[in-house]
């Protein structure tokens, strides 16, 4: 779907919400709100994301990853409300395309009015779209309201499987041991 075109609606008090695909004039935003998801997560300390990152990494050819914007509209024009970011993964169990949804975020006073369930129906349309045999992502497992919203949408835990980090210094280490 082109950049800019809207692809879904959630109710937002009075006014509409639109979802559409991210341009690169929305990366500003983008990392605003990953640093605001980041402090909501309490892991502040790891955030670096700056809008010039995003902007080379999401706007590479080909894209890294795709970012969906929430907007409304405000007293000053279009405003950001929310955002999904997702990549491409592959289940060789399935031997089909996957999504990995790695962000989902919707800013405090737009939250509980269907933001958050209509981007996250926007993913799921487009890893159907692409026949993808999975939607995936991680949740901290005190987040008890994104954890009721995933339940509400058919998602289920996957219990017995711990997630394994190779980062920081230890990635060079290893690779050049
Ligand atoms: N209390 C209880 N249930 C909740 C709450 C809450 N505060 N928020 C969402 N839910 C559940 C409910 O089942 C709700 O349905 P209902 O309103 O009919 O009862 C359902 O989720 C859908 O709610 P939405 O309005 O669609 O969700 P919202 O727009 O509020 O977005 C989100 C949910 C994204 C979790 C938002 O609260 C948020 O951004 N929170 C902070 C960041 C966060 O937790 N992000 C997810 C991290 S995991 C990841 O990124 C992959």
């Known amino acids: 779907m082109p950049p800019g075109k809207p692809s879904g609606q ?13 341009s690169a004039d929305d990366c500003a935003a983008i990392a605003e709100m990953i640093r605001e998801l980041a402090v909501f997560e309490k892991l502040e300390h790891e955030c670096q994301a700056t809008p010039e990152a995003l902007r080379a990494t999401l706007f590479a050819d080909p894209p890294q990853a795709r970012a969906l914007i929430a907007e409304r ?10 955002f999904a ?17 790695e962000d989902l975020f ?37 987040n008890q309201n994104a954890i009721d919203l995933y339940r509400a949408v058919g998602a289920e835990p996957l219990d017995g499987w711990t997630t394994m980090r190779l980062a920081g ?9």
């Open 73 to 82: 509209n405000g007293e000053q024009g279009p405003e950001p409300v929310g």
């Open 10 to 22: 959630a109710a937002s008090g009075d006014s509409a919400v639109n979802i559409r695909p991210a």
């Open 85 to 101: 970011l997702y990549f491409f993964s592959y289940s060789t169990f399935l031997a089909k395309a996957g999504v990995y949804l």
């Open 169 to 177: 210094d230890a990635l060079p280490a290893f690779a050049s041991r």
């Open 106 to 142: 919707v800013r405090e006073p737009y939250r509980r009015q269907g933001v958050g369930s209509a981007l996250l129906k926007a993913v799921a349309q487009r890893a159907v779209e692409m026949g993808a045999g999975r939607l995936e992502w991680a949740v901290l497992d005190w």
